[in-house]
């Protein structure tokens, strides 16, 4: 993961899906397309990669801590 990655990351942060249970669910793809859009992010397909296992490593975090 890369300092690019991590900006994408950080510009979504309030675009976060959630469960009916108020538990946080997965970055809403669309806002994320919109952000590296914006961002003019180059590769997008290795970006969403990055940004998934950043997700999938937040939820941990913020659905238990």
Not at 10 to 28: E, L, V
Not at 47 to 57: E, G, S
Request: hydrophobic share 50%; glycine share 8%.
């Amino acid at each position: 993961m890369n300092l690019e990655a991590m900006q994408v990351f950080s510009a979504c942060g309030d675009d976060w899906k959630m469960t009916p249970q108020g538990k946080y669910k997965s970055i809403d793809k669309l806002a994320l397309g919109v952000v590296m859009e914006m961002m003019e992010v180059a590769n997008r397909k290795e970006m969403l990669t990055d940004i998934i296992a950043m997700q999938n490593a937040a939820l941990g975090v913020v659905n238990n801590g």
